[in-house]
């Protein structure tokens, strides 16, 4: 191929070379096929990545001093020079924002437009959890509302009101996500129009719930439902519909928060394959332009310098190991699954018979679009990849003093490796499982939830904390049995703690 | 197609708000800091930014999770020497850094860092100071104002040329020549009208000379409106400056210390950093303030600042020394009208007997009815002695003016320096 002139060859940027490299690496993204929403790169400083970090990397969002909190201790940290900030934050909306740190050279912005506007923008755009659960071109739109919002209660109610019911909130944030319902996409404007009729409805509706007068005798005797029939698992939802004594817009702001939880849904189960998915994307594009001669060769040296050290894997001895690092899982499966596809050995024909051959663009697009992180393990993993890791299976019982090596990168083991790896990845184990399990609608209204115990792990020791939080949304008595799987319960605890006055046998 | 934006010139403190929430939630912790970092710190870096503390328990965010125990499969990169089937002793403090996917770092065992963050000067300072007030201070406030503020108060039609307000007027004359062309520029409208229906009766001759006659009338009203001057006498608006009386932001402060033998190296101490707090307070209050040192033994001496923190002498005590000379010095250079006169005293109590009741003569005739505020701290583990029962007689007399308390140790100096300035009702 004929060398060309590169683009540049200093390491200071300009808007010029920003645009050019951007509109390079586009032509070259189109060639592989990248399907991306338009981009909006916006260049900011070091302290306006601070704020940006602060507001969880939205541009905007509503006040709240857990924000304030963020922001101290990452200016601290990086005014003390011990963490360096991200070279890039990236936004699932439509246009799909970047940001580019001012501070950054040359090489490192091209980088990110490649690793940022074109990988996680595909990803977003592709993959079917982010497909199904957010919409990109409405989540500045509804921010905006939200803060507006709450502003406004602030100014009504005052700002401890609110802060104490966004607390609440946040405390339970993790559990105000639908798994199973597809959310319809919704405008600024009908939200606007739907907050009042909310309001309004469901007012009138909570006094069905709780109305006290007698039913009929017989009904009383039949054994008394549950309410909810089926037990609820997104707990801000139950409570935003159905607690006693919230006012309209203590229920809105749960419903905010809940918004904004699931949004953030799909980011926290696609973590290793988006930032794979990215990693191999960067590192794919910007190879394609030093093959044409558009960088030179300081420039590749300068890239793959910050590549290697992103996709760097420390042991699980280093003093640094800080857990599987999903940018060197992520690209390393990514890398993996072209090696299959273009040059299989027999044992990738014995594990992957379908892609083993298979043309490695399609494949990956296809990974991409349909896979979390759970089962793109589970489904590519392979025995190669596990012995480049050297990944090793760790059983901890704490009825025994010590903990056994359950599988190693063996012939035995990959399935296993495989498998509990997969599992480490799934949300349903990784936080406990908890759900609404009854009201006591005719007593003394105490909600009770239940957790579902999952291999036999307790709940951890701010649960009480959670409890306060929960009673003061909820306004009675709030408990939380732990359940065994064959239905026993285990433990429980109480908000308000109940006085033990006898030993219990 | 891709956007290329510079943000960097927008809005920086996207985060103050947030910031501010948090030192608000935190007050009793940072409050506590500040309180520690007052007593602790050497008198020149006292009003510094500070460090912050706070205990992780208190500043986290409780969610659900796993506790210990149970079972648990974890999986690690780059085993080295392991089979399956191995045993391994579990390590201490909570296991290998939490294995992959563990959503959030186990916050037991070791690790139980302090959330530690800055605060700057300005917040620190306010930390330091909040609740406080300094008595009295509106008494003086425009009771006998004798500077004078310039300010802006609208418009007028009369003014010197440098104060000529060019667009209000151009728009002063714009409106003067819609109003003044009014009728004119109906007629106009009028004829234009009359024209078009004529045009309509074309070909003709008659209406053809009609046409040709209504625009000669056009014409001649369309000079007539630009004969109309462009700018007037009339149009000129001019800035209004007025001039209002401001109350007087002068404030002195007397520094008066005992540096008589009986004063050791640390009450000395503990009275300068008492005098330090004082004057980072006023300086918060005041845009000027000015600071006398005076320091006694059996006579007494306006010094500067270097001499009067850093420098050494004994003697015998005689406080009256000190009080005359002071009141002397606010006689000659600090007329009342004019200046916010605070006086801080601090001594370890001592005094030559026959001196007290002067003392007690000279404040309640000479200093107290000018001053604003007059502050005596004792620094004394002992009894007090005749001084201080003096001084109690005043205490009596002057309760809105004259405050007195006693510091033990240093930790004593920033409570004591809150209630002698505490908020009143």
Not at chain 1, 360 to 385: C, G, V
Not at chain 2, 78 to 98: A, S, V
Request: hydrophobic share 35%; glycine share 6%; aromatic share 10%.
């Amino acid at each position: 191929m004929k060398k060309r002139e590169p683009i540049s060859t200093g390491s200071e940027w300009t808007f010029e070379l920003i645009q050019k490299y951007d509109s390079e690496i586009a032509r070259v993204a189109e060639h592989y096929g990248l399907d991306t929403y338009p981009n909006q790169i916006e260049v900011i400083t070091s302290e306006q990545m601070m704020d940006a970090y602060a507001s969880v990397g939205m541009p905007l969002n509503y006040n709240h001093w857990s924000f304030g909190k963020q922001f101290v201790s990452t200016e601290q940290q990086y005014k003390r020079g011990q963490m360096g900030l991200a070279y890039e934050i990236v936004i699932n909306s439509n246009p799909c924002i970047s940001y580019l740190m001012e501070e950054n050279t040359m090489t490192m912005q091209a980088l990110v437009i490649a690793h940022a506007c074109y990988g996680h923008n595909s990803f977003f755009k592709g993959n079917y959890l982010f497909r199904t659960w957010t919409d990109a071109s409405a989540i500045i739109d509804y921010l905006l509302f939200a803060k507006n919002y709450i502003n406004k209660c602030e100014e009504r109610h005052g700002v401890d009101a609110v802060e104490q019911v966004l607390d609440a909130c946040h405390a339970l944030m993790n559990y105000g996500v639908n798994r199973y319902q597809r959310p319809q996409p919704i405008t600024t404007e009908e939200e606007k129009v739907r907050q009042v009729e909310r309001e309004e409805y469901i007012q009138r509706h909570l006094n069905q719930l709780w109305n006290t007068i007698p039913k009929k005798e017989e009904e009383e005797q039949n054994k008394t439902p549950r309410f909810p029939p089926d037990p609820e698992e997104n707990l801000l939802y139950f409570i935003e519909k159905n607690a006693p004594l919230l006012e309209s817009w203590q229920r809105e702001i749960i419903r905010i928060v809940r918004k904004i939880a699931q949004y953030y849904y799909p980011q926290r189960q696609t973590q290793v394959m988006n930032e794979g998915w990215a990693c191999f994307w960067h590192y794919t594009l910007l190879h394609h332009l030093h093959d044409e001669g558009l960088v030179t060769d300081g420039f590749i040296m300068e890239f793959l310098h910050s590549h290697t050290s992103v996709i760097y894997q420390p042991p699980f001895d280093a003093p640094y190991f800080n857990g599987i690092n999903p940018y060197a899982l992520g690209y390393g499966m990514m890398q993996d699954i072209r090696r299959i596809c273009e040059h299989p050995t027999d044992e990738d024909r014995l594990w992957f018979p379908d892609i083993a051959g298979s043309d490695w663009n399609e494949t990956l697009h296809h990974a991409m679009r349909n896979y979390k992180d759970e089962s793109f393990i589970l489904q590519y993993l392979s025995p190669h990849m596990i012995r480049e890791l050297r990944l090793f299976t760790i059983t901890d019982n704490s009825a025994l003093s010590t903990m056994q090596v359950g599988a190693i990168h063996d012939d035995a083991g990959y399935q296993k490796v495989r498998e509990d790896l997969a599992a480490s990845y799934n949300i349903g184990n990784r936080e406990p499982n908890i759900q609404i399990y009854n009201v006591d609608v005719r007593g003394d209204r105490s909600l009770t939830l239940r957790h579902f115990m999952h291999n036999q792990q307790p709940m951890g020791e701010s649960t009480d904390e959670v409890l306060k939080h929960l009673h003061l949304l909820w306004g009675f008595d709030v408990h939380l049995e732990s359940v065994s799987p064959d239905g026993e319960i285990v433990d429980t605890n109480h908000c308000p703690p109940i006085l033990q006055t006898e030993e219990p046998a | 197609m891709s956007y290329i934006i510079d943000r960097r010139l927008n809005a920086k403190k996207k985060s103050t708000v947030n910031r501010q929430r948090f030192l608000r939630r935190y007050k009793k912790h940072i409050k506590r800091a500040v309180e520690d970092a007052v007593n602790n710190r050497s008198i020149r870096d006292i009003d510094q930014g500070g460090e912050v503390s706070i205990p992780n328990k208190d500043i986290s965010e409780p969610i659900f999770h796993h506790g210990n125990g149970g079972i648990r499969q974890r999986v690690f990169p780059g085993n080295k020497e392991f089979i399956t089937g191995d045993e391994i002793k579990r390590p201490e403090g909570g296991g290998g850094g939490g294995g992959a996917g563990q959503g959030q770092a186990s916050n037991q065992g070791e690790g139980e860092d302090d959330f530690t963050f800055q605060i700057n000067q300005e917040e620190f300072l306010n930390f330091m100071f909040e609740d406080l007030e300094l008595p009295y201070m509106i008494k003086k406030q425009l009771r006998d104002a004798t500077s004078f503020e310039v300010r802006r108060a609208g418009f007028t039609s009369v003014g010197s040329p440098d104060k000529l307000n060019v667009v209000r007027s151009l728009r002063a004359a714009n409106a003067r020549r819609i109003a003044l062309s009014g009728k004119e520029r109906r007629k106009i409208r009028e004829l234009k009208k009359e024209i078009l229906t004529l045009e309509q009766r074309l070909p003709d001759v008659e209406a053809e000379q009609q046409i040709v006659a209504l625009n000669e009338e056009i014409k001649v009203l369309n000079k007539r409106i630009k004969r109309m001057p462009f700018i007037d006498e009339f149009d000129l608006k001019y800035n209004n400056l007025i001039r209002t009386p401001v109350p007087s932001s002068k404030a002195v402060m007397f520094c008066v210390m005992d540096v008589s033998g009986s004063m050791t190296q640390s009450i000395k101490d503990i009275a300068k950093r008492f005098f330090i707090l004082l004057y980072l307070f006023l300086t918060r209050s005041y845009k000027h303030i000015e600071v006398v040192f005076v320091r006694h033994h059996t006579h007494a001496k306006e010094v500067d600042e270097e001499e009067f923190f850093y420098s050494r002498e004994t003697g015998g005590t005689i406080v009256s020394s000190a009080l005359n000379l002071s009141a002397d010095i606010i006689r000659d250079r600090y007329p009342a009208g004019d200046w916010n006169i605070y006086v801080a005293q601090a001594s370890d109590g001592d005094n030559w007997d026959g001196d007290s009741h002067i003392c007690r003569d000279v404040l309640e005739k000479q200093i107290l009815p000018l001053v604003q505020y007059f502050a005596y701290v004792e620094i004394t583990t002992g009894p007090h002695q005749n001084l201080w029962l003096e001084y109690e007689q005043i205490r009596e007399k002057f309760e809105e003016t004259f405050a007195m308390q006693t510091i033990v140790e240093p930790s004593d100096i920033y409570p004591v320096f809150r209630k002698l300035f505490e908020k009143k009702e």
